[in-house]
């Protein structure tokens, strides 16, 4: 199995930057993409950012050109450096993963458990 922990959210003023971490650990041979998604109160959960084992990035228009989406593959993290916050980024932000195994090739898809980013104007 795999275990998607992430780390780096918490209360920040409109204006200022957030870095979230996600690692990644446990039956890991690679790491096929990860992305951010993010879901506020009364909303679905959305796709934030995703970037592939080859680095290829893709992002929502509402966060292009604030948020940059970067990994790690020794470390098997992915991060997410959010700038120029605005209130309405505000939401619990999942860390998700597809990951294929040691000794196959399928693919899996784990989740995180959520990290709350709130931005106070």
């Known amino acids: 199995q795999v275990q998607l922990v992430e780390s780096g959210g918490g209360l920040v003023q409109a204006g200022g930057s957030l870095r979230l971490s996600c690692a990644a650990s446990?039956?890991?041979?690679?790491?096929?993409?990860m992305s951010w998604y993010r879901q506020a109160p009364g909303k679905q959960r959305d796709l934030v950012a995703t970037i592939t084992s080859g680095g290829m990035t893709n992002y929502a228009e509402s966060v292009k050109g604030r948020f940059t989406v970067s990994r790690d593959n020794a470390k098997n993290t992915v991060y997410l450096q959010m700038n120029s916050l605005k209130p309405e980024d505000t939401a619990v932000y999942y860390c998700y993963g597809d990951i294929t195994p040691p000794t196959t090739t399928r693919r899996y898809q784990w989740w995180g458990q959520g990290t709350q980013v709130t931005v106070s104007s």
């Open positions: 446990g039956n890991i041979f690679r790491i096929n993409v």
